[in-house]
């Protein structure tokens, strides 16, 4: 059974850091690029970041690009998403999410974690 | 980035009406397109991927339609469990750009 389990989420500071990890099991990881989603309270889903097999290549949302690093440990089964510079608009529910398969261009969400909540308030 | 534009922002129907959302993309994505369904405080779930493609396990009643910048959600009748917020989402090219929601609201 294929489970996304994140944690890390918390209550920061406006100018500080935080570091999401999302647990991974059930499925090769290693094959799998994997995302981040992120649902501000009350408000709609948005992408923010993506990272290839192997991490070698990364992409971000441009609200995001420069304060944000998305990194992955194969051995270990984890996502990370490392925050910097946060902003009181980076408030939300923040999601893993992995798609149903690279091989044949099915690159649609079919499992997300629970959610991890990181809220910057001074 | 492509644009997706969903709408209606809410709609209120009644269990056993016919409903239907609709989700413009900037530019074309063929039939890159997945929805989504979302309940408060979980997750969302897909229903349809490649626009018209029933994710297993979905009831029949949800289907899809459209290709390049026009796409439909149907729910032929709806049932008291459908009443929930949907997301469109292209996955053409990065960034994976999702629609702003429907919110289905009991009537």
């Known amino acids: 059974e294929v489970q996304l389990g994140e944690s890390g989420g918390d209550l920061v500071q406006p100018g500080g850091s935080l570091r999401l990890s999302c647990a991974a099991s059930?499925?090769?990881?290693?094959?799998?690029?994997m995302y981040w989603v992120r649902q501000a309270p009350g408000r709609g889903l948005e992408w923010v970041s993506a990272i290839s097999q192997s991490g070698v290549d990364t992409y971000y949302a441009d609200s995001v690009k420069g304060r944000f690093t998305i990194s992955r440990d194969n051995s270990k089964n984890t996502l990370y998403l490392q925050m910097d510079s946060l902003r009181a608009e980076d408030t939300a529910v923040y999601y893993c999410?992995?798609?149903?398969?690279?091989?044949?261009?099915?690159?649609?969400?079919?499992?997300w974690g629970q959610g991890s909540l990181v809220t910057v308030s001074s | 980035d492509i644009q997706m534009t969903q709408y209606p922002s809410t709609l209120s129907a009644p269990v056993g009406d016919r409903v239907t959302i609709t989700c413009r993309a900037s530019q074309s994505i063929s039939i890159w397109l997945a929805w989504y369904q979302q309940k408060p405080g979980k997750a969302p779930k897909v229903l349809i991927y490649?626009?018209?493609s029933l994710e297993s396990g979905v009831p029949s009643r949800f289907s899809g339609s459209g290709s390049g910048t026009e796409f439909t959600l149907t729910i032929s009748s709806l049932q008291p469990e459908d009443f929930a917020t949907y997301y469109c989402q292209q996955y053409n090219s990065l960034p994976y750009t999702f629609g702003q929601g429907t919110k289905l609201q009991i009537k």
């Open positions: 999410a992995k798609i149903r398969s690279p091989t044949f261009g099915e690159f649609y969400f079919d499992y």
């Open positions: 490649k626009a018209s």
């Open positions: 059930g499925f090769p990881f290693s094959t799998f690029p």
